[in-house]
Nanobody
Framework: QVQLVESGGGLVQPGGSLRLSCAAS????????MRWYRQAPGKQREFITG???????NYADSVKGRFTISRDNAKNTVLLQMNSLKPEDTAVYYC???????????????WGQGTQVTVSS
């Protein structure tokens, strides 16, 4: 019904940068919000950052000042620019979108497949 496709993950050295992207497709009427989460081994999935349809943005304290979220509403795409990466940023990163679908106009969260980000020297 709705698919979120991520790209941009990989291996980067500490202090480096990566840019993740997530594009939503399918029977989309509207996207209320797009968010990024991450999950490290042995830890719960945590919220990183999100942006809603009104442009409101928030960040987890752990990434504030280093990560930047942006969106392209026409392309149903959200970007995550990650700078000054640290080893503790190593995790599987997941895209999430709050989507209203056609034809039912039902609204719920959808998840991407996850992409691995590894920060290591």
């Amino acid at each position: 019904q709705v698919q979120l496709v991520e790209s941009g993950g990989g291996l980067v050295q500490p202090g480096g940068s990566l840019r993740l992207s997530c594009a939503a497709s399918g029977s989309i009427f509207s996207i209320n919000a797009m968010r990024w989460y991450r999950q490290a081994p042995g830890k719960q999935r945590e919220f990183i950052t999100g942006i809603n349809s009104g442009g409101s943005i928030n960040y987890a304290d752990s990434v504030k000042g280093r990560f930047t979220i942006s969106r392209d509403n026409a392309k149903n795409t959200v970007l995550l620019q990650m700078n000054s990466l640290k080893p503790e940023d190593t995790a599987v990163y997941y895209c999430n979108a709050l989507v209203t679908t056609n034809p039912t106009r039902y609204t719920r969260d959808y998840w991407g497949q996850g992409t691995q980000v590894t920060v290591s020297s």
